[in-house]
Every structure is written in structure tokens, then in C-alpha cells.
């Protein structure tokens, strides 16, 4: 059932409950109209009967009083409303009021008569010789009344049918708006957000379409930004592939090569001890080389990919992370906190929040003069990922930087987007007045658990 059909039937029901009470009080007025005037008619002419009666009884040369009274009542005729019967002294019916012919031909239905007949008593008078009774009688007015409720009813039925049609008609233009709303929204259901609604002259409407058309922008505007974390998240994942395939390849094939060119130097170092001291010094020159770069060799591996992420997990990832920064920076303090199922993340998760963890130590190491770093890392028992890192170094005005252009600010926040995840930075620039607060990290990854499984 159609909104314009079901507010034209709450209508034609008001006006149908309006147009009962507008006839059920004029049913109620014509009944008492109709009662007051039979209660006159029936006064009035008692009255007058009651003033022949007097007359012939204080003249009796005029003859009987029911003789006096039969040729008053004949010269008479009818009298509104009311019947008049006259009886002689056996019972016998000697006259009787002709009965009206206002509207004779109009015959009203049983149950409008019977609403409004007022049921008024008869009056009687025993007289000389005979028995007079004046009987209520307001079938005129009834008719009368039907012909003009008659009327009034079709005139009411013409004009609420109009009415009704009007109605209908008015609320199919006033809710013309509905069809292009109805049909922007399939199409939103459907995926085409590019659907959007003119301006319409209904205030109410506009402010709807308006709003229809914010939220369609909003929403392609989220699309876009999924869109984009998806790419993003694409991106960092083949970035992570070719890092491990590139330390693979270091490992195996250059980290072959340097071993042998080490091995190679021990055996010619080894003959040449004593016969050729300067070839034993080059020779042992090659092994250090080949030493230090095989120590250079691993510590791009680490970088690139760490191999106890794959076999050990993040936690001793992380662990092995903090220790190695440690024993390079001896001044820096760093206090790693851990807690929760943190083996149950997955591989995708695994490698973000490392990354995320070793770009932030890196940064702090670089631009914070920093002394102190806290990392607390928990996952919640609702299966949320929460990441916290600060330090006590100098921090930054985060209204003058422009995070969008700060490349390591802006990597963290794409990892963690890419993940569904909330990114805040918080700190406060130190100055002559104040003592600068540091800088604080807030990630939290909702469902982090469960995107990890899925990963």
C-alpha cells in the first residue's frame, strides 16, 4: 500500500468520522426542533378545543357539545401535527381529522421516522354525549426533514467525492518528490553513488535531497578512500614480498659468494703463514672484508625482512628489535611492554606492526633527542590491537606539520588504515616557557585478531 493511498484513506476516514458527527448533531437538532414543535402544535390546539368545549356548555341553545364539536372540527380540517379523533357516547367514531398532504407522495424509511418521532402523549377529553382525543402526530415534519437531510446527503456525498478526488490528486503532486528519492536510493543500494537528487520547492524536500546528497558524497568518498587502503595495502604487501625474496636472495646467493671468498682467505692465509708473510697479511685483510660485509650483509637482511618474524613471531621479533637499537644506542632507554595473544595475529599484522614499531624508533632516534621510549603493545580479550609508543624527546607542533608530507608519519597511517585501524599522534613543541611532553603514538586496530586470521 502506497504512502499517497494510505494518507488519502486517513483523510477520507477524518472526513467521513466528521461528516457522521455533523449529521449525527443535526439529527439531534431536528429531533428536537420537531418535539418543540409538536409540543406547540399540541398546546395550541388543545387550547382551542378546550375553548369550544367551554363555549357550548355555557351556550347550550347550540346543541350537544359533541355536536358543537363536530362542526368546528369539520369547518377546522387538519391541524398540524396532531390527529384529532371524535367519539360519540357508544364508542362510535363520528369524525376524524383528514390526514396532511404536505409531500403525501414522500414516504420516509421506518428507522428515520422512528429517530426522530419525539413519541408525545395524546390528549383526551370526555365531553356531553362523547369522548374527543387530539393525538401527536409529526409525520409532516418528519417528511419534511427527510426531503431536506435527503438533499444535504447528496449534496455531502457529491462534495466528498470531489473533496476526496482533490485530495488525491493534491497528494500526488505534493509527494511527486518520493519517486526520484525512491529511485536515488535503489540506486545507492545497487553501488551507483553517483545518483543524486535536484533541488525541489518543498522546504521539507530540499532539506531531505540535501541530505541524500551529502550522504551519497560522503559515501563515495569512503569507497574511494577503501579503494585506496586496499591499493595501499596491495602495495605494502608486494613491497614485503620483494624484501623477502631480495633477503632470500642475499642470503643464499651473495652470502655464498662472501663465505667462500672467507674461506678461500683462511686456506691462503694458512699456507702462506711462513713462507709468505705479506700474502697471509692480504689474505687475512680479505677476511675481515669478507667479514664485515657479511655482518653488513645481515643487517640489511633484518632490515628488509627479519627471519625470527617468520620463525620466532613478533613478540621475540620485537624483543630481538629493542635489544639490537639498544646495544647501538647505550643512552636510549626503551621499555617494551607486551600482553595478550599476540602469536595469533597473522602474517599481515605481523609485519605492520613491526614496521610500524621500527619506523617510530627510527624517527625518534633521528629528529626527538629523546632519551627514553615506552612501546605497549596489547591485544584486547575483545580481539582489538592496541599500540602505544612515546618518548620524552623534544616533540613538534602537530597544527604546523603537515603530517600528509611527513613520510614517515604518513606510512604508519596507511599501514594502519589499510587495516581498519585509527592512527593519532599527540604531542607539544618545547619552548623557553614550557617543557616539551614528547611525543605519543595511538593506534588501535578493532577486530585486529580476526583480520589477522583472515590475512
Do not use: C
Not at 420537531?34 to 351556550?59: C, H, K, N, P
Not at 579503494?227 to 614485503?240: A, D, F, G, W
Amino acid at each position: 500500500m502506497s504512502l499517497r493511498f494510505r494518507l488519502n484513506l486517513l483523510i477520507t476516514m477524518l472526513m467521513l468520522l466528521f461528516m457522521f458527527a455533523v449529521g449525527y448533531v443535526m439529527i439531534n437538532g431536528t429531533k428536537a426542533s420537531i418535539q418543540e414543535g409538536v409540543e406547540a402544535a399540541t398546546r395550541v390546539t388543545t387550547q382551542l378545543l378546550d375553548t369550544v368545549i367551554v363555549s357550548s356548555v355555557q351556550t347550550p341553545e347550540l346543541g350537544y357539545t359533541r355536536d358543537v364539536l363536530k362542526r368546528f372540527l369539520e369547518s377546522l380540517g387538519h391541524v398540524r401535527s396532531n390527529e384529532i379523533y371524535l367519539y360519540d357516547g357508544h364508542g362510535t367514531l363520528i369524525y376524524q381529522s383528514p390526514p396532511s398532504k404536505f409531500q403525501a407522495t414522500v414516504s420516509p424509511p421506518r428507522w428515520f421516522q422512528d429517530m426522530l418521532d419525539p413519541k408525545e402523549p395524546s390528549m383526551t377529553r370526555f365531553v356531553q354525549y362523547g369522548k374527543l382525543i387530539v393525538q401527536p402526530n409529526p409525520a409532516g415534519a418528519i417528511r419534511e426533514n427527510w426531503l431536506i437531510m435527503n438533499r444535504l446527503f447528496w449534496i455531502g456525498l457529491t462534495f466528498f467525492v470531489l473533496l476526496n478526488a482533490l485530495v488525491y490528486w493534491l497528494l500526488g503532486h505534493w509527494l511527486q518528490p518520493l519517486q526520484p528519492m525512491i529511485k536515488a536510493i535503489n540506486q545507492m543500494e545497487q553501488g551507483d553513488l553517483s545518483a543524486r537528487l535536484p533541488e525541489f520547492d518543498l522546504p521539507e524536500f530540499e532539506k531531505i535531497g540535501h541530505s541524500l546528497n551529502r550522504m551519497a558524497e560522503s559515501l563515495a568518498a569512503e569507497r574511494q578512500l577503501e579503494e585506496n587502503r586496499q591499493v595501499t595495502h596491495l602495495i605494502q604487501k608486494h613491497i614485503e614480498d620483494e624484501r623477502r625474496s631480495l633477503a632470500r636472495e642475499l642470503h643464499d646467493e651473495l652470502g655464498q659468494y662472501v663465505t667462500a671468498i672467507k674461506t678461500f682467505a683462511v686456506a691462503i692465509a694458512n699456507k702462506t703463514k711462513e713462507k709468505a708473510p705479506e700474502v697471509e697479511a692480504s689474505a687475512q685483510t680479505i677476511v675481515a672484508a669478507a667479514n664485515h660485509i657479511y655482518d653488513g650483509m645481515h643487517n640489511i637482511i633484518k632490515q628488509l625482512r627479519p627471519g625470527s618474524l617468520d620463525n620466532l613471531g613478533l613478540v621475540e621479533t620485537l624483543r630481538d628489535a629493542v635489544t639490537s637499537v639498544q646495544s647501538q644506542h647505550p643512552n636510549l632507554a626503551i621499555n617494551l611492554s607486551l600482553s595478550g595473544k599476540l602469536d595469533a595475529l597473522g602474517e599481515t599484522l605481523n609485519i605492520n606492526i613491526y614496521r610500524i614499531v621500527q619506523e617510530s624508533i627510527n624517527n625518534i632516534i633521528k629528529h626527538a633527542d629523546a632519551t627514553q621510549i615506552v612501546i605497549d603493545l596489547v591485544a584486547t580479550k575483545t580481539g582489538a590491537l592496541q599500540l602505544t609508543i612515546s618518548d620524552n624527546g623534544k616533540g613538534m607542533d602537530i597544527d604546523a606539520v603537515d603530517q600528509s608530507n611527513h613520510f614517515g608519519l604518513l606510512g604508519m597511517r596507511e599501514r594502519v588504515q589499510g587495516l581498519h585501524g585509527s592512527f593519532n599522534v599527540a604531542s607539544e613543541a618545547s619552548s623557553s616557557k614550557t617543557k616539551s611532553r614528547g611525543t605519543t603514538i595511538y593506534i588501535n586496530i578493532p577486530q585486529a585478531i580476526q583480520t589477522g586470521k583472515d590475512s
